[in-house]
């Protein structure tokens, strides 16, 4: 199995730049999570998908973020517009179903100039 | 408070040493996750459970639902367990409370 696939892996952007980071969760997977991790505040849960359909968004730092499941091979996450305080490593994982062991992608490491 | 307290923040091991991370939690939980994340960024799920205890190698979690409390322990510890381990707990709805992280380092 391929694993959790994230891109791009790296991205440096001008603030106010729109940025899309994208995810294909692990093939049978129902549920989805985007990561957000940051030295001052570690990892934090921004969203997460269950068959498709976003269960919690609470995590969701501000109306600039949004994520989107059009079907259960593909995620994304858009910020627009960004601001360098976004810059972080964004991390995609998938689970077989809600409440099992969760596998993560690489990471895309966004840096907002 | 932290939902999720680790401890240490910082542990340094000689090579061959026993090594435990406790992690505290206040939250209700459905089960805890113990990860892994080595300096090039990537993350791995070490252990998920609910109950009892989990053995995979030279790795152990346990869990005190009861105490609310978890421990990873790693014996005959070696270089390559140089990493750092995050206790995650899985709230009811499946969201995951991180911990701040415990970063490991063993000297060969």
């Known amino acids: 199995d391929a694993g959790v696939i994230q891109s791009p892996r790296h991205e440096v952007t001008e603030m106010g730049q729109e940025v899309t980071l994208r995810c294909k969760p692990i093939s049978g997977h129902n549920s989805l999570f985007w990561y957000r991790q940051t030295m001052m505040r570690g990892l934090e849960l921004l969203i997460y998908?269950?068959?498709?359909?976003?269960?919690?968004d609470s995590g969701m730092p501000e109306d600039r973020f949004s994520a989107k499941m059009p079907n259960a091979s593909f995620s994304t996450l858009k910020i627009q517009p960004s601001e360098p305080r976004d810059s972080a490593v964004y991390f995609c994982a998938s689970s077989e179903q809600a409440y099992q062991p969760q596998h993560f992608g690489d990471g895309t490491r966004l840096s907002i100039l | 408070k932290n939902e999720v307290e680790q401890s240490p923040q910082n542990l340094t091991a000689q090579e061959g040493e026993f090594i435990t991370i406790n992690c505290s939690y206040s939250v209700g939980i459905s089960a805890l996750h113990w990860l892994q994340q080595h300096p090039g960024g990537g993350i791995v799920s070490l252990f998920m459970?609910?109950?009892g205890k989990k053995k995979h190698g030279r790795l152990i979690a346990t869990i005190n639902i009861q105490e609310k409390h978890s421990s990873l322990h790693i014996t005959a510890s070696h270089p390559r367990d140089s990493a750092v381990y995050i206790c995650?707990?899985?709230?009811?709805?499946?969201?995951?409370?991180f911990g701040a992280g415990t970063i490991l380092r063993v000297k060969s």
């Open positions: 459970l609910s109950s």
């Open positions: 998908f269950n068959n498709n359909v976003p269960i919690d």
């Open positions: 995650a707990a899985v709230e009811y709805g499946n969201k995951l409370v």
